[in-house]
């Protein structure tokens, strides 16, 4: 039985596996430039953050209707529920899919078709989390809130995402105060290629509750000391960070080093079908590479209740 777990740092359209992303390009007559799933794997060899970035946006170019944002969402919850994940809190980029001419409505609608019944056929509760795209303005970063409002009961909180470095927090204060008067929850990719100082104005000008990745505070002692010391919740996602190229190999990750400093770890997928594993597969990785004991792997699946947006009785009834 695996270990019960939330899942905290996943979006959504990073689980389009190469099988369901061609099922999707036939149906809606979209013409993928590889030739089948074996060659679109090949392309699955990132330097950076940046050039997993192009690939990831390339192939959303077959999510076009409700029902394929459905198909995509049921596709992952059903891998989730296998690996032991209770409830999962999902990213969406909706930028990158109106720039495409796909309204809100239809991600919407389409994601919330799979989520409102997840629960019943899956057993895994959950909540969707629009980000914003950082390498995009914070204009338009305002429009998208916009553009949300109608489906705000949809949504629980917003989120920071796309390329880092140069694009920092504080370009999107504004959209984060709105998004904090109209209830929403806050968090933000920082120090996942970007600097120490991109976590703490996150805190510190965004206002965020949790900090995604986060990798890069152990650069900075006071900065750990506080995240320490205010419980910060990090969401880790160890095999991203190997593709990525953040770290070397998972046996050098710091994840063991961030326990032991008493940071708040929670271990995630980020993107599972570009990344080589699902939450379970992660947290199977992680245990071997780093030699991690049941113990230290139990904390970790507690750390994700406790970082999670459940209320203590949803927590509880969620583990
Ligand atoms: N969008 C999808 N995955 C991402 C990641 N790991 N970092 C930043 N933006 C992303
Ligand atoms: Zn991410």
Redesign the pocket.
């Known amino acids: 039985m695996p270990l019960p777990k939330a899942e905290l740092h996943l979006?959504v359209?990073?689980t389009l596996e190469p099988e369901l992303a061609f099922e999707l390009a036939a149906r809606n007559g979209v013409t993928l430039p590889y030739a089948d799933t074996e060659e679109l794997r090949k392309a699955y060899l990132f330097d950076d953050?940046q050039s997993?970035?192009n690939l990831?946006y390339e192939l959303m170019a077959v999510l076009r209707t409700e029902q394929d944002f459905a198909d995509l969402a049921d596709a992952y919850l059903t891998r989730a529920a296998a690996q032991g994940v209770r409830h999962a809190e999902i990213f969406f980029?909706p930028q990158a899919h109106l720039a495409r001419g796909v309204g809100m409505g239809t991600v919407v609608e389409g994601l919330s078709r799979a989520l409102s019944r997840s629960e019943r056929t899956h057993g895994v509760s959950t909540q969707l989390i629009m980000c914003f795209l950082r390498d995009e303005s914070a204009e338009s970063a305002m429009e998208t809130l916009e553009a949300a409002r109608p489906y705000l009961d949809r949504i629980v909180g917003i989120g920071l995402?796309?390329?880092?470095v140069g694009h920092p927090p504080a370009k999107f204060r504004e959209v984060y105060e709105a998004a904090a008067a109209l209830g929403l929850r806050r968090v933000a990719?920082a120090g996942?290629e970007g600097p120490p100082a991109y976590i703490t104005e996150a805190l510190d000008v965004l206002g965020v509750e949790r900090v995604d990745?986060g990798l890069r505070c152990m650069e900075d002692p006071e900065l750990v000391e506080r995240l320490v010391r205010e419980r910060v919740p990090l969401t880790l996602?160890p095999l991203?960070n190997v593709r990525?190229r953040a770290v070397d190999v998972l046996e050098d990750h710091p994840l063991p080093a961030m326990l032991e400093a008493g940071l708040l770890c929670t271990v995630n997928s980020?993107?599972p079908a570009y990344f080589g594993g699902y939450v379970g597969d992660t947290f199977h990785a992680v245990r071997e590479a780093l030699g991690l004991d049941r113990e230290r792997m139990r904390d970790l699946a507690r750390n994700s209740f406790e970082a999670s947006f459940l209320d203590h009785d949803e927590e509880r009834r969620a583990r």
């Open positions: 979006h359209e990073g953050l997993f970035l990831y980029d995402d796309s390329a880092e990719h996942e990745h996602c991203s990525l980020d993107d």
